[in-house]
């Protein structure tokens, strides 16, 4: 009886064995259509692997800190340069620690709404658009107001109109609190993982944060749109459009960039494309850059936490100097 348990534990030993040698060997089960031109994956075949494009191999990845000796933002609690040509990391402050990010927040909200919706379609403002907030920068809109994505898109990433974040929310979700939840699926998607929204705007709340190195992946998703790109680098933007009475109403806004307005100067052999702005009492100041170097690459660089307005140029233009 002996020898036959051991038998039987011989040959049930075997057969896990094999099992996963036949396991490794075959690699990662993924459903595909085997015909489809897109299908860029020979799972358990051979010669696959030159045909395999790791996760990271367009995107920057850093630790958490690194600071070139040259650059000091002291007066921001973190920082981050990135050089989206070459997929480097130049400058890392403090890039995966968790902080609120104001209205960069509204980049994750763009870049949903342009991969899901539709410029053109017709969003109707319900009475969740009038917020009461003190110092909330708003376009406006009250119940009733119809807009197309387009033109809320630009109130929203030009003017940072936060009425208009929860215009896009609802068209796409029906609510803030389900658009948030499909914000969240759509960071961990892109690798932002100490990311969690709250709301589409980044109006102040304790569950509501990201960090240096989540806003970069988030903005260099985003810059696949050409509009998002377009708005971006837009200083003014005029439109029309209607209240619930059929009225029209004119948008009238500019950008909140400094750059772009000509307030503060990029260093030499800089140019800012554009980005977006984020001020609140709890986040501090906070800005998030497209920019071009001489030499030919695309940088993203982002502050967050800088004391106030004046210190976050300076902060952003110390950032800038390191792009040769």
Do not use: W
């Amino acid at each position: 009886m002996k020898c036959t348990n051991r038998s039987v534990r011989i040959i049930a030993l075997t057969v896990i064995i094999a099992t996963l040698l036949c396991a490794c060997n075959k690699g990662v089960s993924f459903e595909f259509d085997p015909d489809s031109s897109d299908a860029l994956f020979n799972i358990g075949g051979t010669g696959a692997s030159s045909d395999i494009k790791p996760f990271a191999a367009d995107i920057c990845v850093t630790d958490n800190d690194f600071e070139a000796l040259s650059l000091a933002i002291d007066e921001a609690e973190a920082g981050g340069l990135f050089d989206a040509t070459s997929a480097e990391t130049v400058y890392a402050k403090n890039a995966h620690k968790k902080l609120n990010p104001a209205s960069l927040t509204k980049v994750m909200t763009a870049y949903i709404a342009l991969k899901y919706g539709h410029l053109d379609d017709t969003l109707t403002a319900s009475s969740n658009v009038v917020i009461t907030e003190s110092g909330a920068q708003l376009l406006g809109l009250k119940e009733g107001d119809k807009l197309t994505l387009e033109q809320a898109l630009n109130a929203l990433l030009l003017y940072s109109a936060n009425d208009a974040g929860v215009l896009i929310a609802e068209y796409l979700s029906g609510s803030v609190e389900s658009f948030a939840s499909v914000m969240n699926d759509e960071a961990v998607k892109l690798g932002a993982t100490n990311t969690h929204f709250m709301n589409p705007h980044g109006l102040t709340d304790e569950e509501h944060y990201t960090t240096v190195y989540d806003l970069y992946l988030i903005f260099n998703a985003a810059m696949q749109f050409e509009e998002f790109r377009k708005i971006i680098n837009t200083t003014e933007y005029k439109s029309t459009y209607k209240d619930r009475e059929g009225n029209p109403k004119n948008i009238d806004i500019g950008t909140t960039n400094a750059y772009l307005k000509g307030d503060v100067q990029a260093p030499a052999g800089v140019s800012v494309i554009g980005g977006k702005t984020g001020t609140t009492k709890a986040a501090k100041s906070c800005l998030i850059l497209l920019s071009n170097g001489d030499n030919g690459h695309t940088y993203i660089s982002v502050i967050l936490g800088s004391t106030d307005h004046d210190s976050l140029y300076r902060n952003m233009t110390t950032l800038l100097t390191d792009i040769k």
